[in-house]
């Protein structure tokens, strides 16, 4: 057995006997006409009654697994991933419970508003996968408060080690937003303060349309992360909106995803000012010009060229009035 297998089962301890007797449907007696049907109305309600007070007994104890209809089952209050149920993996999950069935149950609690329906502490896409297939889901309902579900649906993440760095980051941030106290995000995470404030802090600097964007890019750790967010804040200008709604970008898987931001926010390469000089037809330089990315200078040599300087500032404006009059389209 696996020692993630190892790890869900004591999470789920103890997990033992099977459904009770009460939750098997009794073939009724063969009957006729009106007390056929009244007899059957009355074994629905007594059944129904029985089941759901085995259920709740089930519930109280936190021992057995039960079938759930997915219908009846909500997503946890705080979502975790960015791939949704598109990924190859989840294919792969799918295709695998269609052929060997549910393995380990889900985590659920009772619902918390909603009568009748449960909540996932874990177990996301195993839910996601078996109600596409149409079957029931097995599943563990155990009471928890918020923090509870919290720390579940973070240890569980932990014990896959498949979430990203980003996921992680933006999990924590979307339960600090809910007011989740530290200490438990803490514990979800299972990270040290200062990695937190870290987390968060990158998570923070980045658009989060950007993030679901990019996705979770799987290869990307922090380091890479961080830059992006100092590229961000360097970069004001850059469309990234208008790049990652591009067809072409949406091909990309979601590491590549992250490359061509990381490529289109990249700092500016600042151009090597050229230099050049202004030489008169027998050979006296009497000007030096610098060309930069955004400005050029004239400097005019004085002893070289007396007066020059002021003449050619006098003239500039009906020079650039030439000049521009020279780049105007004919309208005749």
């Given at each position: 057995?696996?020692?993630?297998?190892?790890?869900?089962?004591?999470?789920?301890?103890?997990?033992?006997?099977?459904?009770?007797?009460?939750?098997?449907?009794?073939?009724?007696?063969?009957?006729?006409?009106?007390?056929?049907?009244?007899?059957?109305?009355?074994?629905?309600?007594?059944?129904?009654?029985?089941?759901?007070?085995?259920?709740?007994?089930?519930?109280?104890a936190?021992?057995?697994?039960?079938?759930?209809?997915?219908?009846?089952?909500?997503?946890?209050?705080?979502k975790?991933?960015?791939?949704?149920?598109?990924?190859?993996?989840?294919?792969?999950?799918?295709?695998?419970?269609?052929?060997?069935?549910?393995?380990?149950?889900?985590?659920?609690?009772?619902?918390?508003?909603?009568?009748?329906?449960?909540?996932?502490?874990?177990?996301?896409?195993?839910?996601?996968?078996?109600?596409?297939?149409?079957?029931?889901?097995?599943?563990?309902?155990?009471?928890?408060?918020?923090?509870?579900?919290?720390?579940?649906?973070?240890?569980?993440?932990?014990?896959?080690?498949?979430?990203?760095?980003?996921?992680?980051?933006?999990?924590?941030?979307?339960?600090e937003?809910?007011?989740?106290?530290?200490?438990?995000?803490?514990?979800?995470?299972?990270?040290?303060?200062?990695?937190?404030s870290?987390?968060i802090?990158?998570?923070r600097?980045i658009?989060?349309?950007l993030?679901?964007?990019?996705?979770p890019?799987?290869?990307?750790?922090?380091?890479?992360?961080?830059?992006?967010?100092?590229?961000?804040?360097?970069?004001?200008?850059?469309?990234?909106?208008?790049?990652?709604?591009?067809?072409?970008y949406?091909?990309?898987?979601?590491d590549?995803?992250?490359?061509?931001?990381?490529?289109?926010?990249?700092?500016?390469?600042?151009?090597?000012?050229?230099?050049?000089?202004?030489?008169?037809?027998?050979?006296i330089?009497?000007?030096?010009?610098?060309?930069?990315?955004?400005k050029?200078?004239?400097v005019?040599?004085?002893?070289?060229?007396?007066?020059?300087?002021?003449?050619?500032?006098?003239?500039?404006?009906?020079?650039?009035?030439?000049?521009?009059?020279?780049?105007?389209?004919?309208?005749?």
């Open positions: 057995m696996s020692k993630r297998r190892d790890a869900m089962r004591d999470m789920l301890a103890p997990i033992t006997g099977r459904a009770s007797e009460a939750m098997r449907q009794a073939k009724p007696a063969v009957q006729s006409g009106a007390l056929l049907s009244m007899n059957r109305a009355f074994e629905s309600l007594t059944q129904d009654a029985v089941a759901a007070e085995a259920l709740r007994a089930q519930i109280a936190g021992a057995a697994i039960v079938e759930l209809d997915p219908a009846d089952i909500e997503a946890s209050f705080v975790d991933r960015l791939d949704g149920f598109a990924s190859q993996d989840f294919l792969e999950l799918q295709e695998s419970l269609s052929q060997h069935g549910q393995i380990l149950p889900v985590l659920v609690r009772p619902h918390p508003t909603s009568r009748g329906k449960y909540q996932i502490a874990f177990g996301h896409r195993r839910v996601e996968a078996i109600r596409r297939l149409g079957l029931k889901v097995k599943a563990v309902v155990r009471e928890l408060d918020d923090d509870g579900l919290i720390v579940a649906q973070g240890k569980e993440n932990l014990e896959r080690k498949d979430l990203s760095f980003i996921e992680r980051a933006l999990f924590g941030l979307r339960l937003e809910r007011g989740v106290k530290r200490e438990t995000i803490l514990a979800a995470l299972s990270v040290h303060k200062g990695n937190l870290t987390m802090s990158i998570v600097s658009p989060e349309a993030i679901i964007a990019i996705g890019a799987p290869k990307i750790g922090r380091p890479r992360w961080e830059q992006l967010a100092a590229n961000l804040a360097a970069r004001k200008d850059v469309d990234w909106m208008g790049l990652v709604n591009t067809p072409s949406e091909k990309l898987s979601s590549e995803r992250f490359e061509k931001v990381m490529r289109e926010t990249a700092p500016r390469r600042v151009r090597p000012e050229a230099h050049s000089h202004v030489v008169t037809k027998t050979g330089k009497f000007a030096e010009i610098e060309r930069g990315a955004r050029t200078r004239l005019i040599d004085e002893q070289r060229a007396p007066e020059f300087a002021a003449y050619l500032v006098d003239r500039l404006p009906e020079l650039l009035e030439t000049f521009q009059a020279q780049r105007r389209p004919d309208k005749n």
